[in-house]
């Protein structure tokens, strides 16, 4: 690896760092729940919808999790064995 592959790879490790706390640090998904307790908010197939994309969203947020234990583990094991 050169100087400048170290770099780009720091460089968007930090992205990476920023994009998940841009994430974790969110106003909007309790701004969300003050939404869904106004009057008529909204229909049944509406609620499937959103309730849906939130699932989703709990879903690939452990994938995430996941993904970054095997990222630290597999880097942690190169040029150790």
Request: glycine share 8%.
């Amino acid at each position: 690896m050169n100087a400048d592959q170290l770099q780009y790879l720091e460089k968007t490790v930090g992205n990476l760092e920023l994009a998940l706390d841009g994430l974790a640090d969110s106003d909007d998904l309790r701004q969300l729940l003050t939404f869904v307790h106004r009057p008529g908010w909204t229909t049944p197939a509406e609620f499937a919808l959103v309730l849906g994309l939130v699932d989703v969203m709990v879903s690939a947020v452990a994938q995430i999790q996941h993904l970054k234990g095997l990222l630290m583990k597999g880097a942690d094991l190169v040029g150790r064995h």
